[in-house]
């Protein structure tokens, strides 16, 4: 079936390292992404998303790139700091709505001070 | 920065028990969606409502589970007789149209 998957479970970097992560999603018809922000007992943070007919998207410290000839996802973070770490989810949708989001399992982040 | 806020934070029941998960979502939402995340797994879709009605639900969503908006404010997930393998985090989400959803801190219910 179709899925998202995380390349790498855990990443660690020193703090003022940039960091990225990344995604691969299987499903073409995918027209929506977003990446999440989950801390220790709280629930997943919108952090930024990207509409399939970008390749680019900046925000805040954060830029997502999406590259659609190889179904490839990345969230970068500038200048990481401690209050980064946390585990990263990106998640896909298609068609009209956000009833069919699919998550990937996620990434671990540690950041060193 | 108004949230969506679930209660209680955690819940343990015994199998067999019946049990009900609050949220609040954020006022001027119009979708309502139910998440469950089992330890070490991927957040899964459940359920979604809107207008309500239930708009889409997923295959984990069988005759156990309802939903159910009673007011303005609140709605509920219902699990008639749990089963161990629903133990896990039950998460909240609203949304307006086309904007990401908001989700809650979550529910860890334990079913032993």
């Known amino acids: 079936g179709e899925s998202v998957g995380l390349h790498l479970p855990t990443l660690s970097v020193q703090e003022g390292d940039n960091s990225i992560i990344n995604c691969a999603y299987s499903n073409s018809a995918s027209d929506y992404f977003i990446w999440y922000k989950q801390e220790s007992g709280k629930g997943p943070q919108f952090i930024i998303d990207?509409?399939?007919n970008m390749d680019k998207r900046q925000g805040q410290r954060v830029t997502v790139l999406l590259n659609k000839t190889v179904k490839h996802l990345s969230l970068q973070i500038a200048a990481t700091q401690p209050g980064d770490s946390a585990v990263y989810f990106c998640a896909e949708n298609w068609g009209s709505g956000y009833s069919t989001l699919t998550f990937g399992k996620g990434t671990m982040l540690l950041v060193s001070p | 920065e108004p949230e969506v806020t679930q209660t209680p934070s955690h819940q343990v029941t015994q199998m067999g028990q019946e049990v009900i998960l609050r949220c609040v979502p954020i006022?001027?939402?119009?979708?309502f969606y139910w998440y469950r995340q089992i330890l070490g797994q991927k957040v899964e879709f459940l359920v979604s409502f809107y207008n309500n009605e239930i708009s889409e639900k997923s295959e984990i969503f069988d005759d156990q589970f309802s939903v159910e908006r009673p007011d303005g404010s609140n709605f509920t997930l219902k699990i008639r007789s749990t089963k161990l393998e629903d133990s896990a985090m039950y998460f909240c989400?609203?949304?307006?149209?086309?904007?990401?959803?908001?989700f809650g801190n979550g529910t860890r219910l334990t079913v032993t």
């Open positions: 990207i509409r399939s």
């Open positions: 989400a609203s949304t307006l149209l086309d904007s990401p959803l908001h």
């Open positions: 006022s001027n939402h119009l979708y």
